[in-house]
């Protein structure tokens, strides 16, 4: 089994030639500390005092309390400055760690016998990193590490339940690693993972059948949007995927039957391999139906931008390995200043490279050199409360980086409504009681939001179905999609939906969401949902989600989930992007802080809800809500827009 080869490679590395730590420990404050007991770990013995840990430590960045102000100055339809992005140098500069930070850490680490020739700081100078052994560490953040075992996989990490920092350090740190990190939660695609019978409809029959299976051509007449007529060089979208969730060589047959204009056979997306990610043909194994999401996710968007170009970022690891990248080893390929220097952000959250494991991935972490879109797309997910809160904050802030350099970042809102689907069998669970720890449980009652669809500066996507079901037609509008299981409620979907127990309320959604608290305030306590007022709330907007025209394994489906409503909108702001390029315009970046402005350029949807955790959910209600969010485009209104915008 994999986790004995990964404890014998990560962990053997023992060693006794540091100096014992003189720690300077005086007003040591607790820093980090996990919420409840692990969820699928068991801990076990305390760590061996000489195993070598590879420790990180994240430098609080400079003017991040800015963020909002920064990123509104760029994308905010009022500013006086909107589209006028940042460069990349710029975005470096102005969140670059302050001197004394480094400095701050750096003599700290001296005065507890951490030598300065041991210190090496990240690219970026936002990672400060060295080897230290257990018992070196324990006096560092006055803790105690133990191994922990993967009740699952049987798989181990060497983590702590909570650290300290002196006082007077606190201010200069982020977070340390390895610490409380466990989870190593790999991202979950967002569709139903069971397939349903192929679909009797195998090609275009204009719009008599589109609530059974929904067409290019239905898209269009919905959203009321022509084929793609342009393909300038800078305009691209980028869908991300992750390992072992392939892309499949079903676009020729998809071409053939499913697009009105003729495409040639030959036309794939740039693909672009991060840390080992593969391709796969006709004679992969597919039996889990593991390359239905890449097929659904570029048959969408390619049919709605054809002839713009589409790039598929396959983040690696192997195939059927338990370590997959995370969405940070994606970050870390675009941005060689957010990488640490041996792999992974976090160890034992994000993978190392090169991986130990059999069929792992055996060349260096990627830092930088992957080509950045405009738009990117993206149907996985993780869950919120599985995360360390520091961990989501500096990624959340990554994204952030992307928006103020004009890119769209689109993440679905998830497949379980107001549940979360669980890593294991991709069933629905939900979270314990705050007095118990927010954690994930399977029969948990508190609703259990998404990561990180939770970060202000990502636009989430939730998913509607026409308006009367499979009777439904392109006048009758839509609704939340709702899609029970009647075998088994675990896999029931709706649209993922809810308020952060994480991120606080933008400024930009706020008199949308106080809207809906106020108007059709949800009739559940706080011990259900975050109820203050002052979260951050989610989707931000919603597209169809059911029943999408798929090729696979060269037969059609039916193919429904957030996933599929992701592309679609990445699809529509690739071409509200070309058509400001025609225009001599920009990309349009950060998305929401216009879209909230103009809920008018949107079909609202008030019917439905996303039931889960023994509830109902929240509904849909005239406004926004917290199951389809604004509603669906309106692409002329979208356009007239964004083309009145600078
Ligand atoms: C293509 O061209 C026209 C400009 O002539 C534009 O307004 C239109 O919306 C374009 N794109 C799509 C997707 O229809
Ligand atoms: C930590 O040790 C590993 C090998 O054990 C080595 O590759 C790495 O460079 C060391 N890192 C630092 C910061 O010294
Ligand atoms: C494509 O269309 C042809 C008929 O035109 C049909 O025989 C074939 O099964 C279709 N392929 C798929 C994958 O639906
Ligand atoms: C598709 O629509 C046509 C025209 O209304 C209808 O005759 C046909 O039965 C439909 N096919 C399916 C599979 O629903
Ligand atoms: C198909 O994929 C397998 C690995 O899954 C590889 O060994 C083989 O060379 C590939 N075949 C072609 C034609 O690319
Ligand atoms: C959830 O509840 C079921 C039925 O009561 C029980 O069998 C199962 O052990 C519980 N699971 C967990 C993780 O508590
Ligand atoms: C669709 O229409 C048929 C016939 O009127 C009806 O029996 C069925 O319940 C309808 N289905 C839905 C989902 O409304
Ligand atoms: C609810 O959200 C607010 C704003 O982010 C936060 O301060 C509060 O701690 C959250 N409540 C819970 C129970 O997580
Ligand atoms: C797909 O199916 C068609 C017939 O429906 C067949 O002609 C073609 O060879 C098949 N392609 C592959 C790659 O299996």
């Known amino acids: 089994m994999r986790s004995s080869t990964f404890l014998a490679a990560a962990f053997a590395c023992f060693t006794t030639s540091f100096a014992a730590p003189t720690a300077d420990n005086h007003n040591f404050v607790l820093h980090e500390k996990r919420d409840g007991a692990p969820h699928q770990w068991t801990r076990r013995n305390r760590a061996h005092p000489d195993e070598l840990l590879p420790v990180r430590i994240g430098l609080v960045q400079s003017n991040l309390h800015k963020a909002e102000e920064y990123i509104l100055d760029v994308s905010d339809p009022r500013s006086s400055n909107f589209g006028k992005h940042w460069s990349a140098e710029k975005v470096a500069n102005v969140f670059a760690p302050a001197k004394k930070t480094a400095d701050g850490v750096a003599d700290w680490l001296v005065k507890s016998g951490i030598d300065a020739g041991r210190h090496t700081y990240s690219t970026g100078r936002n990672w400060i990193q060295f080897n230290a052994t257990v018992s070196e560490t324990e006096q560092l953040f006055n803790t105690e590490y133990h191994y922990y075992e993967h009740d699952l996989s049987g798989g181990y990490r060497i983590a702590c339940d909570e650290?300290?920092?002196?006082?007077?350090?606190?201010?200069?740190?982020?977070?340390?690693?390895?610490?409380?990190?466990?989870?190593?939660?790999?991202?979950?695609p967002n569709l139903l993972p069971k397939l349903a019978a192929p679909s009797p409809i195998t090609g275009l029959t204009g719009l008599a059948n589109c609530s059974v299976l929904t067409t290019i051509e239905c898209l269009r007449a919905l959203y009321q949007f022509g084929p793609g007529n342009g393909s300038a060089a800078s305009n691209a979208m980028g869908i991300g995927e992750w390992a072992d969730f392939l892309y499949l060589p079903d676009l020729p047959i998809?071409?053939?039957?499913?697009?009105?204009?003729?495409?040639?056979?030959?036309?794939?997306?740039?693909f672009i391999s991060i840390d080992g990610g593969q391709t796969a043909n006709y004679s992969y194994d597919f039996a889990e139906g593991s390359g239905v999401e890449s097929a659904l996710d570029f048959q969408t968007a390619y049919s709605i931008i054809y002839p713009q170009k589409l790039r598929l970022y396959q983040v690696g690891d192997g195939v059927n390995v338990d370590s997959?990248?995370?969405?940070?080893?994606?970050?870390?390929?675009?941005?060689?200043?957010?990488?640490?220097?041996?792999g992974g952000d976090a160890p034992y959250v994000d993978p190392a490279y090169p991986d130990p494991n059999e069929g792992g991935y055996t060349g260096p972490l990627q830092c930088g050199g992957a080509p950045v879109s405009n738009v990117f797309s993206f149907s996985y997910n993780q869950i919120e409360a599985a995360l360390p809160v520091s961990y989501q904050q500096r990624q959340c802030h990554e994204w952030m980086k992307l928006g103020l350099q004009g890119v769209s970042v689109l993440f679905a809102s998830g497949d379980s409504g107001v549940a979360n689907r669980y890593n294991a069998g991709y069933e629905n669970s939900c979270l314990t009681s705050p007095e118990v720890g927010p954690y994930v449980?399977?029969?948990?009652?508190?609703?259990?939001?998404?990561?990180?669809?939770?970060?202000?500066?990502?636009?989430?996507?939730?998913?509607?179905?026409?308006?009367?079901?499979?009777?439904?037609?392109i006048a009758g509008g839509e609704m939340a999609v709702s899609d029970p299981d009647p075998t088994n409620a675990k896999n029931d979907y709706y649209s993922g939906g809810g308020f952060s127990n994480v991120f606080p309320l933008p400024s930009y959604q706020a008199s949308a969401v106080t809207h809906f608290l106020t108007k059709y305030p949800p009739h559940y306590p706080s011990h259900i949902y975050n109820n203050s007022g002052a979260a951050r709330a989610y989707p931000d907007v919603s597209a169809l989600g059911l029943k999408l025209a798929t090729v696979y394994l060269n037969h059609t489906y039916g193919i429904g989930g957030t996933s599929a409503s992701t592309p679609i909108w990445g699809g529509i702001v690739t071409l509200l992007n070309e058509a400001r390029i025609a225009k001599g315009k920009g990309p349009i970046g950060f998305l929401n802080p216009t879209l909230y402005a103009h809920p008018e350029a949107f079909n609202d949807i008030t019917v439905g809800g996303n039931p889960g955790c023994g509830s109902e959910g929240f509904k849909a209600q005239p406004g926004w809500d917290p199951v389809t969010g604004l509603g669906t485009p309106i692409y002329p209104k979208l356009e007239a827009l964004f083309l009145s915008l600078p």
């Open 163 to 188: 650290y300290h920092l002196p006082e007077h350090v606190r201010e200069h740190v982020d977070f340390a690693m390895p610490t409380i990190q466990l989870e190593g939660m790999r991202p979950i």
């Open 441 to 473: 449980d399977i029969n948990g009652t508190r609703f259990s939001p998404s990561f990180p669809c939770n970060c202000p500066y990502i636009t989430s996507v939730g998913a509607t179905e026409f308006l009367g079901g499979v009777n439904g037609t």
């Open 254 to 270: 998809f071409f053939k039957n499913f697009t009105t204009q003729p495409i040639p056979a030959d036309t794939v997306p740039e």
């Open 324 to 342: 997959v990248g995370t969405f940070n080893i994606f970050l870390d390929a675009l941005d060689a200043s957010y990488c640490t220097y041996l």
